[in-house]
């Protein structure tokens, strides 16, 4: 991104090395500052790259880290901060071969880096904003088992329907911080019902979750017994979103009498990943609770039964969250239109197969 500031600044009518307005008769050869006009060789302006790099050091814990990540080489990287420190005369970093500490000079310059990067995120949409097409990059964390699952197919269609858009995915189990990671948006799957002051939440669908199992075990259920067919049955089950590894599980029913039930079982696999669960709910593993969608194939065909099907289990809410102080751009507000029609085309679709 800042590999082309100079350039921009010098359209703007700034010196890439003074930080002045040109001269409208002396070229860029005079600056003006502090009411008179100076000759630019006097005066240094550092590389915006340098402020950039620097974040990117900071952000990832380390010099090997930001050069995988920015492709430079960790020598040029180091060479680049060491520039910076020079010129601002301060030490922004303390390394050693077995140490790395960033010291309180340097976490106060990696705040303001950090701003001046989200302001210059913000002045690209906006450009990109006036030209009318989507376009431009869109930050997205998704939890795996939707990216497995619904959004695989989805954000595909998406980069066909805006050639001009790129997605940068992160896939990720873990609550994000849409403004610290500067992510544009996030997709949450949550049991609870959520609320934040500080973002905006689009609720794109909500899942009922149901009792499958293949139709070998099936068979050996008897469910006249409502809840109690599940006592000694094996299970597998999809893992909560921090991926806790704990030996038992709850799954909690409304009955047709409208009493609730809990059933605490000790899963055969536990597993983050839809399809993961979905295949061994296949193969006879077990029982298992998954979305309905995730499901209607396998139920279309027969290979899959709905058990207990007059019992009401639980149900999960996707929210997509984003920031909205300063409006969207254009690339973004096309991708939260796009997931909110096609989860409400998945939705419909679902309903009408009876799954």
Not at 201 to 227: C, Q, W, Y
Request: hydrophobic share 40%; net charge neutral.
């Amino acid at each position: 991104m800042f590999q082309i500031w100079n350039e921009r600044l010098i359209a703007a009518g700034w010196h890439p090395l003074s930080g002045g307005v040109s001269h409208p008769h002396g070229g860029l050869d005079c600056v003006h500052k502090r009411g008179a006009w100076v000759n630019a060789a006097e005066l240094t302006f550092p590389d915006m790259n340098d402020f950039a790099y620097f974040a990117a050091v900071v952000r990832h814990g380390g010099f090997s880290a930001a050069a995988r990540i920015l492709g430079l080489p960790k020598s040029k990287l180091s060479r680049h901060i060491s520039a910076l420190e020079e010129r601002l005369g301060v030490r922004l970093i303390e390394r050693t071969v077995h140490r790395f500490r960033v010291t309180e000079i340097g976490q106060s310059l990696y705040g303001y880096c950090e701003n001046m990067l989200r302001e210059v995120d913000r002045a690209a949409k906006a450009v990109n904003e006036a030209s009318g097409e989507p376009q431009g990059s869109v930050r997205i964390s998704v939890p795996t088992g939707l990216l497995e699952g619904s959004l695989s197919a989805m954000l595909p269609e998406f980069l066909i329907r805006y050639p001009k858009v790129q997605l940068k995915v992160l896939a990720t189990d873990q609550r994000v911080d849409i403004i610290n990671d500067r992510l544009d948006l996030a997709v949450r799957a949550q049991l609870a019902e959520e609320t934040d002051s500080e973002l905006t939440m689009r609720v794109l669908s909500k899942v009922d979750l149901i009792l499958v199992a293949n139709k070998d075990l099936a068979r050996t259920l008897s469910p006249s017994r409502g809840i109690e067919c599940l006592a000694d049955v094996p299970t597998v089950s999809f893992t909560s979103a921090m991926g806790e590894c704990k030996d038992t599980d709850v799954w909690e029913f409304k009955g047709p009498d409208g009493m609730p039930y809990r059933h605490e079982h000790r899963p055969r696999m536990s597993c983050r990943s839809v399809p993961a669960v979905l295949e061994a709910i296949y193969a006879g593993v077990g029982v298992g609770l998954l979305p309905d969608h995730v499901c209607a194939e396998g139920l279309r065909a027969g290979t899959l039964v709905h058990l207990l099907p007059d019992y009401q289990m639980s149900q999960a809410t996707i929210y997509l969250v984003f920031t909205a102080s300063r409006g969207l751009p254009s690339a973004v507000r096309a991708l939260v239109d796009f997931l909110v029609e096609q989860f409400r085309t998945l939705r419909a679709t679902t309903i009408a197969t009876g799954a």
